[in-house]
T-cell receptor
């Protein structure tokens, strides 16, 4: 297992278009998280899954954002009707509960909305 | 909602000097984690603290969790150029919630 994989690495889209990102977590990990990070800021929590169940969603997350994790494996994050303010690095992380370990982050998908 | 604050935002040190970053939460935490992010990279997990007053060491790095479980610190002894990056603390209130990250402390080292 090579860690958490995210695809694509970069995405440039026009305002108003829909985009979808994919995350493949470490296979043994049961929790999967989505964070957003802008320049000079810390990661901002978006949502997380335990297995296939979405357990929490940030109140800051508009209804244009939706995430899925079918079968508790990979996850997708979709942003509908993108806005310039959506431009950011979208980070996925995974973890295994009960181990005392932290999150393993992927390299992220950098979204630029033009 | 839970807020996690870090100071300082930036720290310039000469190579060989010590460095400390401080983290404060608006609420009591069940645990706190520290991450390092190199320029252009992604956050990498360093350590988790769970117990009140806990102190853990990793080579030149010393992590502390406050008695009230609302604050934490990271101290680096004799910084090296490889220590360059942004150090984030991230707190959890426990239960079914994700980590709340601070804004980070950017460590800049001058040779």
């Amino acid at each position: 297992d090579t860690g958490v994989s995210q695809d694509p690495r970069h995405k440039i889209t026009k305002r108003g278009q829909n985009v979808t990102f994919r995350c493949d977590p470490i296979s043994e990990h049961n929790r999967l998280y989505w964070y957003r990070q802008t320049l000079g800021q810390g990661p901002e929590f978006l949502t997380y899954f335990q297995n296939e169940a979405q357990l929490e969603k940030s109140r800051l997350l508009s209804d244009r954002f939706s995430a899925e994790r079918p079968k508790g494996s990979f996850s997708t994050l979709e942003i509908q009707r993108t806005e310039q303010g959506d431009s950011a690095m979208y980070l996925c992380a995974s973890s295994l509960t009960g181990t005392g370990g932290g999150y393993t982050f992927g390299s992220g998908t950098r979204l630029t909305v033009v | 909602g839970q807020q996690v604050m870090q100071i300082p935002q930036y720290q310039h040190v000469q190579e060989g000097e010590d460095f400390t970053t401080y983290c404060n939460s608006s609420t009591t935490l069940s645990n706190i984690q520290w991450y390092k992010q190199r320029p252009g990279g992604h956050p990498v997990f360093l350590i988790q603290l769970v117990k009140s007053g806990e102190v853990k060491k990793q080579k030149r790095l010393t992590f502390q969790f406050g008695e009230a479980k609302k604050n934490s610190s990271l101290h680096i002894t004799a910084t090296q150029t490889t220590d360059v990056g942004t150090y984030f603390c991230a707190g959890s209130g426990g239960g079914a919630d994700g980590l709340t990250f601070g804004k980070g402390t950017h460590l800049i080292i001058q040779p």
